[in-house]
């Protein structure tokens, strides 16, 4: 498929086939789209449980219970589910440890270059901490931009995937005890391939968009 056709083929998901199951070597793509995305400064500001054995999902499953039940058959019945967690907070030493993963992997001629990029990364963290209060929530936005491009990415090996805001976040936080480990879940995305039946297939039901003249400024 070119990417118009990725486009229109990929839509949320609602319903999966159950007898089809994503091949280990498809989920090592699934794997690599999620550690390659980018993040402002280089931030890396995640963590992704990857749920694939029924024991799994049940425990993913958990954050889908009470007011989110309606969310529980599309994680118990897809092939694979990851749960997008972000940081809470962040400080000097991990500033360093991304510092130190970008010279491990050659990409500093020297110190000082290194230390350039340190800088810059604890200046704009810092905007964030100090002067906009909102350094939480700045993570969890490069988090989402890891979202999107992995429900592209995905879409572009053939997978569905159904992506969760859904969810229990705290049943979640403490069922893979994430904010002990100085992380909070955010988004689930289901993975698999749709069910004949599912009635939100882009083969039962066009797409629908708002219209480019009323979208783009084009100057």
């Known amino acids: 498929m070119n990417l118009q056709e990725t486009l229109n083929w990929r839509y949320t998901t609602k319903e999966y086939d159950t007898t089809k199951k994503i091949s280990d070597a498809d989920m090592v793509?699934?794997?690599?789209?999620?550690?390659?995305?980018?993040?402002?400064?280089?931030?890396?500001?995640?963590?992704?449980?990857?749920?694939?054995?029924?024991e799994g999902k049940a425990r993913m499953a958990k954050g889908t219970q009470g007011f989110f039940s309606f969310n529980e058959p599309k994680i118990t019945n897809a092939s694979a589910v990851v749960l997008f967690c972000s940081k809470i907070d962040a400080d000097d030493e991990y500033y360093s440890h991304i510092a130190d993963a970008e010279d491990k992997d050659g990409r500093?001629?020297?110190?000082?270059?290194?230390?350039?990029?340190?800088?810059?990364?604890?200046?704009?963290?810092?905007?964030?901490?100090?002067?906009?209060k909102d350094l939480q929530h700045w993570?969890?936005?490069?988090?989402?931009?890891?979202?999107?491009?992995?429900?592209?990415?995905?879409?572009?090996?053939?997978?569905?995937?159904?992506?969760?805001?859904g969810i229990d976040v705290k049943a979640l936080d403490e069922e893979f005890?994430?904010?002990?480990?100085?992380?909070?879940?955010?988004?689930?995305?289901?993975l698999g391939y749709r069910a004949a039946s599912d009635f939100n297939s882009t083969e039962k039901t066009p797409k629908s968009r708002l219209p480019e003249s009323e979208i783009f400024t084009v100057i």
């Open 139 to 165: 993570m969890e936005k490069q988090v989402y931009l890891n979202v999107g491009s992995f429900l592209l990415g995905v879409a572009s090996l053939g997978i569905d995937a159904t992506p969760m805001e």
């Open 29 to 54: 793509e699934v794997k690599n789209l999620l550690r390659m995305s980018p993040s402002s400064v280089n931030l890396q500001p995640w963590h992704f449980i990857v749920a694939e054995t029924t």
């Open 108 to 132: 500093f001629p020297n110190e000082d270059i290194k230390n350039g990029f340190l800088g810059a990364v604890k200046a704009f963290a810092g905007i964030h901490k100090y002067d906009l």
């Open 177 to 190: 005890g994430l904010r002990e480990k100085g992380y909070t879940a955010l988004v689930a995305v289901s």
